[in-house]
């Protein structure tokens, strides 16, 4: 109850999540590739937002909780569960995702290959949460604008922090002194 009141006390704002989330997906390039994931599939091109997508828009949507576990291991799979929760809306959304723990030959996997796949299953099981949790419309943007970041179609943070201090320099302001008046 009090951290749904809390929420409602201190909205989120959606200029400020697609700023933040701008900010923290395209920091450097490499942060930018990190955002989304392509794989083939059948011969098919399969692609989206990444696990790692997936932690910054949390942090940038504010209001939220989330976990994620692994709930159950079979013979064949296991299944992970991933849960986001909306304070400033008081919904949930659940996801469950199984994931295969046998070698093509029907062997089950090690150890080592067991604590991999669960990993990668609590990942992709938040990962899917949060994205039903958080509208489309809001975050789409963002992750085409990484996309552009990676091949050098657009600016990574970075490079339009240095863009500014280069255009104030050429008015004639120090770096130190811009910053200051940011309080930074």
């Known amino acids: 109850d009090s951290q749904v009141a809390t929420a ?4 989120r704002s959606i200029r400020q999540f697609k700023a933040k989330l701008l900010e923290l997906a395209t920091l450097d390039s490499e942060t930018a590739e990190s955002m989304f ?3 083939k599939r ?6 989206g937002p990444s696990a790692r997508f997936a932690e910054v828009a949390l942090q940038a949507w504010t209001n939220t909780r989330s976990q994620a576990r692994v709930i ?3 013979d064949r799979f296991l ?3 991933g849960t986001a929760y909306d304070l400033e809306s008081n919904t949930a959304v659940q ?3 199984q994931r295969r723990i046998t070698e ?4 089950r996997y090690n150890d080592d290959m067991m604590v991999v796949t669960s990993n990668a299953a609590v990942s992709i099981a938040l990962r899917n949460a949060t994205f039903k949790m958080i509208p489309k419309a809001y975050w789409k943007p963002v992750l085409e604008e990484t996309k552009l970041a990676t091949v050098g179609k657009a600016m990574t943070m970075e490079q339009r922090r240095e863009s500014i201090f280069k255009w104030f320099a050429e008015q004639g302001r120090k770096q130190n002194d811009v910053l200051a008046y940011l309080g930074r």
């Open 8 to 11: 409602k006390r201190y909205p």
């Open 37 to 39: 994931y392509r794989l």
């Open 42 to 47: 059948s011969g098919k091109l399969i692609e």
């Open 72 to 74: 159950s291991v079979g």
């Open 79 to 81: 299944t992970a569960q």
């Open 95 to 97: 996801i469950e995702v």
């Open 104 to 107: 093509r030959d029907g062997r």
